[in-house]
Structures are given as C-alpha cells and as structure tokens.
C-alpha cells in the first residue's frame, strides 16, 4: 500500500530511555510526516519533512526530534520517553496522485511505563 | 496555526439513515479539505476530498460540501450501512509544506 512501512509495530519502553520510530517509503516522494493519535485529540502533527536534512517542527513538537538523512526514511527519536508520550504514531507521505492528501503507515504504538 | 473543528463526536444512526459531520476551520488560505475513515486498529485512508475552488463533491453514497465564506464543511453519508462504522476525520490544509491540521474526530456507530 503506497510502499510506506513503519516499524516497529508495538513498542513498550521504560521512562527515560530514548526511543526511535522508522518511517520507510519506497516510492520517492518528497514530503514526510509524523503524527501521534490521542483519544480526544484526533491526529496532531510532530514534525515534517520536505525533502533530504530538511526538516521542520509541528504542533507538538517538544521532546521528540527527526532525522531525514535519506529521502526513503524519516526517523522519529523521543530522546527520553516519558508516559505523556505514549501513544499511537503514524507516519504519512503525501502522494502527488492524490493532490494533497496523505497516506499513512499502519502505526506503532508505544507504550512508555 | 490553522485550527480545525469537527462536530459531533460520536454519532448513531440506524442502517439506511443518513449521516451527517461537520467542521469549521479558521485560516482563511486553506484550500484543501480532505476526509479520512478509521477504522478500529487501522490507518486512516482517505475518502473523499474537496478543494477551495468547489462547493461540493460526490462519489456514490459519500459527498462533501464546502462553504468558504463561513468557513465550514461537511461529509454526508446517505443510506449508511454497518460497514460504514469508523472513526471519520476532517482535515484542513495552510501553509507550507502541504501540512494538514485534523480534526478531532467522529465516531460513527450504524445500527441495525
């Protein structure tokens, strides 16, 4: 489905360790981005990609960082995970067919305790 | 920032009745309107979307009104079925790099 993979799928972790998620697309596309899923909250951006190092923060960008080194993956890092954190994250690319709109990854979800 | 605002929250109705969710969305320069579909432990795809320069768009039992001036749009779903159970979201697009800002969310229950 659009070559767009997230790994891994689930997740458990301890408070204060650091975190990284995997977005890996196979189809080139040029933008990337990472949001969290929160009941009540619907689906809030953490940060974005437009293209290679070229990397920008969203609306909950605060503890987590992003690394885009290659334009087929797109690195999400929570540098010292804390239970406000956990959650469901998806990762999405936006597809020139579909004129603006995203497809998504099947998710991780991430459990900090 | 663009803010986007989604109504009702959960939503019943009975197979064959229509259903109707409506959001608003407060910059003025967003000109993409798309709708997702989530269902339980799946990604969201997406359904249907509308651009600021149309009203309204179909695509068989699903339709999408836009109104720019009130800045508000709706998805209707006529004749629901019980597949059409799901969380839907509104989207909303500003700015640069294509970023979407969602909506909160509805979910849509259709009972027999």
């Known amino acids: 489905d659009a070559g767009i993979t997230q790994s891994p799928r689930h997740k458990v972790t301890e408070t204060g360790t650091p975190v990284t998620l995997r977005c890996h697309q196979t189809?080139?596309?040029?933008?990337m981005y990472w949001y969290r899923q929160d009941p009540g909250h619907g689906l809030r951006l953490i940060h974005y990609?437009?293209?290679?190092?070229?990397?920008d923060k969203g609306e909950v960008s605060d503890g987590y960082s992003v690394s885009r080194s290659k334009t087929e993956d797109f690195l999400l890092t929570l540098e010292s995970a804390t239970s406000s954190q956990t959650s469901v994250y998806f990762c999405?690319?936006?597809?020139?067919?579909?004129?603006?709109?995203?497809?998504f990854g099947s998710g991780t979800r991430l459990t900090v305790v | 920032g663009e803010n986007v605002e989604q109504h009702p929250s959960t939503l019943s109705v009975q197979e064959g009745d229509s259903a109707v969710i409506k959001c608003t969305y407060s910059?003025?320069?967003?000109?993409?309107f798309p709708w997702y579909k989530q269902e339980l432990g799946k990604r969201p795809q997406l359904i249907i979307d509308i651009r600021s320069n149309v009203g309204e768009k179909k695509d068989q039992r699903i339709a999408v009104t836009l109104n720019k001036t009130a800045k508000h749009f709706s998805l209707h779903i006529t004749e629901t079925q019980p597949e059409d159970s799901a969380v839907y979201f509104c989207?909303?697009?500003?700015?640069?790099?294509?970023?979407?800002?969602f909506g909160t969310g509805t979910r849509l229950q259709v009972t027999l």
């Open positions: 990609s437009y293209g290679v190092k070229d990397t």
């Open positions: 999405a690319i936006m597809e020139s067919w579909q004129g603006g709109g995203y497809t």
């Open positions: 989207a909303a697009r500003s700015g640069t790099a294509s970023k979407l800002t």
């Open positions: 189809e080139n596309h040029r933008y």
């Open positions: 910059d003025s320069a967003s000109n993409y």
